[in-house]
């Protein structure tokens, strides 16, 4: 059956976080490298650890996007025995921050799989700060290719959440078992997405065979998914 709304996940998804990222850390890392006595490799996974610790206390509302950030920035520090104040975090983040706002690009196949979805319902639903999420699809230029864009920070609930895609659904006025949702992560995205009664469809660039089950559709691109929505395979 065709769906009645193709809702769209953003990073990792429509837009290549991983690579803005990178870039954030280099610039980051030619910076605050010595002070922190981190080479880049060792940076990143301490970094994505503070990441991932202090934005799902964001995303549960525990603290603001800024303070979030913050707190990364003096947990990261704290190793090198510096406790920094609320402007000297700000400032140490912007050297990452800047950068990472520049690489936001789409991955290379996203255009053309929007074209070929043209007279689809499209909407995005993403996890976290709604001026930045606007942002990153406005500078990657597929702002205006969504009908609806769903922010956890607007809507109040984030994914895996079942209220997060229902709210999607009922803000389009479909049921969520007529909708096909599209995302990069299993647990967040897909099967958060069918616990809300939606078909999905798991997007794994690198086809990571951990990710792939009986259960699971997966596809190692977004092209794919057109070919199966042309198809009504889901």
């Not at 976080?17 to 610039?27: H, R």
């Not at 503070?50 to 950030?69: A, C, D, I, P, T």
């Not at 700000?90 to 929007?114: C, I, K, M, N």
């Not at 864009?149 to 969520?176: M, N, W």
Request: some cysteine; charged content about 20%; aromatic content about 8%.
């Amino acid at each position: 059956m065709r769906p009645a709304a193709i809702i769209i996940d953003l990073d990792g998804t429509l837009v290549d976080d991983e690579s803005a990222v990178a870039a954030g850390l280099s610039a980051f890392h030619a910076v605050h490298g010595p002070t922190l006595g981190l080479t880049l490799l060792e940076l990143r996974p301490r970094w994505l650890e503070l990441f991932q610790q202090h934005f799902n206390r964001y995303l549960s509302g525990q603290v603001s996007m800024q303070e979030q950030r913050r707190l990364r920035m003096r947990d990261l520090f704290a190793a090198s025995g510096r406790c920094l104040t609320d402007q000297e975090a700000d400032f140490a983040f912007s050297s990452y921050r800047h950068a990472y706002t520049a690489g936001w690009r789409t991955f290379p196949e996203v255009l053309q799989a929007l074209n070929e979805l043209h007279g689809f319902r499209l909407a995005v639903l993403t996890n976290g700060n709604g001026d930045q999420q606007r942002a990153k699809l406005a500078a990657a230029g597929i702002a205006e290719r969504f009908e609806a864009i769903f922010v956890s920070s607007e809507i109040g609930v984030a994914k895996p959440d079942q209220a997060a895609f229902r709210h999607a659904a009922t803000h389009l006025g479909v049921r969520e078992a007529d909708c096909l949702f599209i995302g990069d992560n299993l647990d967040v995205d897909i099967r958060g997405a069918a616990r809300a009664g939606m078909d999905a469809i798991l997007v794994d660039r690198r086809l990571d065979p951990a990710m792939h089950t009986s259960a699971v559709v997966a596809v190692s691109s977004l092209l794919e998914v057109v070919a199966i929505v042309r198809g009504h395979k889901v």
